[in-house]
């Protein structure tokens, strides 16, 4: 069984493995150079690649080159793929580029020993060591990454990183109990089968990089398509698409539910007055203002211009009864900065209770909407409910039933 694994083709195929896998990256780093995730990256696994061609040229290059410098490089590919997971997730470590060479350095000067250069016992031993912790201190980064960002391909990585250093540490075991002797390029099988495992690992965390990155760019843009820029709250479509959800949860569709549109006061005149700097200024602090002061469960979002929704399932909507009309009044009370003082913002709000069962979120905010024209034309700065003759009038058009007048109506 020990003929099955030829460790320098082994080796040959790991060396390839990680030469496609640097190109790809290099590729990748070519199109986002401010990534420094991509760039460490890049440069580990390129680092690994020319070591791994260096290490397969053991019975044609000088032991220095081969042995020495080949596996230098793939002590320091490893302190590269560090720095670039501290990278990916937000994270510096003071010295870490030293920290990340200190391992390669090293075994550098232990290879400059005579020695040591030329006992292949010794030399797996120490390399042993070395690969294990350097693949070891990527773990509790991915970790905390994953606490913070869970990613499914990141997963993969911690088990392929995990794995290169439980390897290596039964590598160290194997090695004492049965010391490694190559005899025609082939050596003890749990040798053979290790190394065999050091490339299907290579190739599985060089893809749980390529899967992360993706997976983090698809998800900043579902977040960017579904965030108004502005406020950072939802846009449109997204509060539309998060309300339907909600309707689906836990006490999301009872009778009372309500959904409702804010809108600044006269935010023309102060476009107009004061600039279009500070109209953002007020729907910035509007927006936060809205998302700070809302209860758990409720849900806003940026309707577009001055406009914004909010809907209270009928849990919240039961338990703070008068959070609109609370809203309406801690806006009055806010303080917008900017330079000059603007005027104190009001608010008009239109609401509308909603019935059980399935909603069209468009027409209960074309209802809720009608509210804030009432509101608006009642002099502004007022909580509007849509009226009973109103959703009776549109009962025929979407079969939904009516709210009676003794159901809960407001949180307002």
């Keep these: ?70 596996n230098g490089l793939g ?75 869970p990613l499914p391909a ?32 082939h050596a003890p099988l749990w040798f053979g089968t290790l190394t065999f495992g050091f490339f299907l690992q290579g190739l599985v965390g060089a893809l749980a990089v390529f899967a992360m990155v993706h997976e983090r760019a698809t998800r900043r843009y579902k977040h960017d398509s579904e965030t108004d820029v502005l406020t950072s709250l939802f846009n449109r479509r ?16 009872g009778l009372g539910a309500v959904i409702a549109v804010v809108d600044a006061d006269h935010f023309k005149s102060i476009n107009d007055t004061y600039g279009h700097g500070a109209g953002d200024a007020v729907l910035v602090e509007l927006g936060g203002f809205l998302s700070r002061d809302l ?20 849990d919240v909507a039961l338990r703070h009864p008068d959070l609109l009309e609370d809203i309406r009044r ?9 330079d000059p003082v603007l005027p104190a913002l009001t608010i008009s709000i239109g609401a509308v209770s909603l019935p059980p069962g399935p909603l069209d979120v468009s027409r209960a905010l074309a209802r809720a909407d009608k509210a804030l024209y009432a509101s608006k034309k009642a002099g502004r700065n007022c909580v509007t409910w849509a009226s009973d003759d109103q959703l009776q009038t549109e009962r025929g058009e979407d079969g939904s039933l009516p709210v009676p007048a003794d159901a809960p109506r407001s949180a307002a």
Excluded at 246 to 251: H, S
Aim: aromatic share 10%; glycine share 12%; net charge neutral.
């Design 330 to 338: 801690g806006v009055s009370a806010m303080t917008i900065r900017h």
């Design 154 to 185: 990141r997963i993969l990585a911690l088990i392929a990183f995990a794995g290169h250093g439980a390897a290596y540490i039964i590598r160290f075991v194997f090695q004492i109990v049965e010391p490694v002797h190559l005899v025609g390029g």
């Design 238 to 253: 997204a509060f539309m698409d998060a309300v339907f959800k909600a309707r689906d949860g836990f006490g999301g569709s």
């Design 75 to 149: 002590i320091y590919s490893l302190g590269l793929i560090w720095l670039g997971c501290l990278a990916f997730e937000g994270e510096t470590v003071k010295g870490g580029e030293v920290i990340a060479a200190a391992g390669a350095v090293l075994w550098l000067c232990l290879f400059a020993i005579p020695a040591f250069a030329g006992d292949l016992n010794i030399r797996v031993l120490i390399a042993s060591v070395l690969y294990a912790l350097y693949s070891f201190l990527t773990v509790p980064v991915l970790l905390a990454g994953q606490r913070r960002e």
């Design 295 to 314: 209860p758990d469960g409720a849900l806003v979002g940026r309707l577009g211009g001055e406009e914004f929704g909010i809907y209270l399932p009928v």
């Design 1 to 70: 069984m020990a003929a099955v694994f030829h460790i320098p083709t082994l080796t040959v195929c790991l060396a390839a493995t990680l030469i496609i896998v640097s190109g790809f990256l290099t590729l990748l780093w070519a199109h986002e150079r401010d990534n420094r995730a991509l760039g460490y990256w890049s440069m580990g696994f390129s680092a690994g690649a020319l070591g791994m061609v260096l290490v397969s040229l053991r019975d044609a290059a000088p032991p220095t080159v081969a042995l020495g410098l080949g």
